[in-house]
């Protein structure tokens, strides 16, 4: 079957398909069930939509919770996993007029899939890419960011001046949220668990960092907090620190779970006396009107400079399934991890 490539599609000419590579998940299970095929048929963007030609993927830690089950969110299968995409508009549907073809771009959501060479993307979720990022720090925009700023300030009503705490920093949503913190005037601690991930945190908005894997860190941030405490933490871990955090904060300071592998047990008589307060974190139940003022703020951000993505782990698309083992197994994370096609 005679094959050519022509603009970065594969056109297979006995039948006139267009068809792309794609990770399709066809049952919830461990890493292997990511599976890489070739014969996807390219995505056409219908009313609203773009088709965007993928250049970098972000892989978020939510997309492996999904993937195995375990999550309350539960596609249908098959599906392509994948939200955070940047790259170039291939086509746009009626009605797009925001776009055209040739514009660089980034995304905070996708409709068929991010790990792929084409993805179509609602033209609400697609945005400008600014040419100070490149595109692997464009794909590392999206949820990280997203879900710091809406941690931060519309669940979490931080303000200038008091302290936060951001609980595993050295990573993709860690790192935005010291960047976003420090932007807009707040004391801010962090966590990591090595040390070339507290030097990436201090150069990223942290004003101080504890390495979470000395006995005794918990001990120290309460001497550099003081008597006051902490008025918010944003927590990646919440079944290992959650109890640890309520002993952390101020009067009627936030814990806000951003993440958490399973369950722990807590004694609700530490949020009484300081009247504090534990608030679960999900992006996808934000609304548009919050989604709306989260993208202002953001580009915003990226337009003052200050918002500058650190790219972590690569891998190419053939290897998905060592990027989610790796992102489960990691002892440390150092910025977004991202797929390259």
């Given amino acids: 079957m005679e094959q050519r490539r022509h603009t970065g599609v594969k056109i297979t000419m006995a039948t006139g398909r267009n068809v792309m590579r794609a990770v399709k998940v066809s049952e919830f299970g461990g890493p292997e069930v990511l599976k890489l095929l070739s014969d996807v048929l390219l995505p056409n963007p219908k009313e609203n939509q773009v088709l965007i030609k993928v250049q970098a993927c972000g892989v978020n830690p939510v997309e492996t919770y999904i993937r195995s089950g375990a999550h309350a969110r539960k596609p249908p299968l098959p599906y392509t996993p994948g939200t955070d995409v940047a790259g170039v508009i291939e086509a746009v549907g009626e009605h797009v007029t925001v776009f055209k073809k040739g514009d660089r771009v980034f995304t ?19 945005f400008p890419l600014s040419d100070k990022l490149n ?22 009503h931080a303000k200038a001046g008091e302290t936060v705490l951001v609980h595993g920093a050295s990573g993709g949503v860690g790192i935005a949220a010291c960047q976003i913190a420090r932007a807009y005037g707040l004391k801010v601690l962090g966590t990591a ?127 998905v399934v060592k990027a989610h083992e790796d992102l489960i197994n990691s002892s440390g994370a150092l910025g977004k991890m991202v797929l390259l096609m």
Avoid at 109 to 120: E, F
Avoid at 140 to 155: D, E, N, R, S, V
Avoid at 306 to 317: I, R
Wanted: overall charge negative; aromatic content about 8%.
């Fill in 135 to 156: 595109f692997k720090q464009g794909a590392a925009i999206g949820i990280p960011y997203f879900t710091a700023y809406h941690a931060l300030f519309q669940k979490g």
């Fill in 108 to 126: 905070n959501g996708t409709i068929s899939g991010g790990y792929a060479d084409y993805t179509v993307a609602a033209a609400d979720t697609v």
């Fill in 193 to 319: 668990g090595t040390e070339e991930g507290m030097n990436i945190v201090l150069r990223n908005g942290a004003h101080k960092m504890f390495n979470h894997r000395e006995a005794d860190y918990i001990d120290n941030i309460k001497e550099f907090s003081g008597v006051q405490g902490v008025d918010v933490i944003i927590e990646m871990l919440a079944n290992v620190n959650l109890a640890t955090d309520l002993q952390l904060l101020s009067p009627g300071g936030r814990v806000m779970i951003v993440g958490s592998r399973g369950p722990i047990e807590i004694n609700p008589r530490d949020t009484m006396m300081k009247e504090s307060s534990i608030i679960g974190v999900s992006l996808f139940s934000a609304t548009k009107k919050l989604m709306y003022e989260c993208e202002t703020a953001l580009l915003a951000g990226i337009e003052a400079g200050w918002l500058k993505p650190v790219v972590g782990p690569e891998y190419p698309l053939e290897k």
